[in-house]
């Protein structure tokens, strides 16, 4: 018979990496497309600009917005036409990737311990719990959803 041996300390932090994405997502996308009628402010502003991307008119910036997050929705609005749908989903997708940044930067900042030991457990904590704490946030779940 083969055994494979699955070497649990690499496998542990994707797991709870994994787990702590699919909550996150699961909390901003969750009827994300039926949220209260109308838009806000910045999402009204994000569409508008949005559109002017998509008849051709390119910005590094717009306005008070950042291009990227107004390519983005340009991008999501050009596949799921000109729906709230279209202004929420990108900004629900780059709150749910700060978990995964947080995680890393958790994992990277307490890699090494005070003597320069590796220390594995510890950054995996302190990743898990920014992370965890990050995914359930109401403060960014609710910003991840509207604006």
């Known amino acids: 018979m083969i055994r494979f041996k699955t070497n649990r300390v690499e496998l542990t932090p994707f797991l709870v990496l994994l787990a702590f994405t699919l909550v996150a997502l699961f909390l901003r996308l969750y009827r994300l497309h039926e949220l209260e009628p109308g838009l806000k402010f910045d999402e009204g502003w994000n569409g508008i600009y949005a559109l002017q991307v998509l008849q051709g008119e390119h910005a590094l910036t717009f306005g008070d917005k950042e291009g990227l997050g107004v390519y983005l929705t340009a991008l999501a609005t050009k596949f799921?036409?000109?729906?709230?749908?279209?202004?929420?989903?990108?900004?629900?997708?780059?709150?749910?990737?700060?978990v995964l940044v947080v995680f890393w930067l958790g994992r990277l900042l307490f890699e090494w311990g005070e003597n320069g030991?590796?220390?594995?457990?510890r950054s995996l904590a302190v990743g898990a719990i920014g992370a965890g704490l990050l995914a359930v946030s109401l403060g960014q779940t609710l910003m991840g959803r509207t604006a």
Request: glycine share 4%; net charge positive.
């Open 80 to 98: 799921l036409g000109r729906t709230p749908l279209a202004l929420r989903l990108p900004t629900a997708l780059a709150s749910a990737t700060t």
């Open 117 to 121: 030991s590796a220390t594995r457990r």
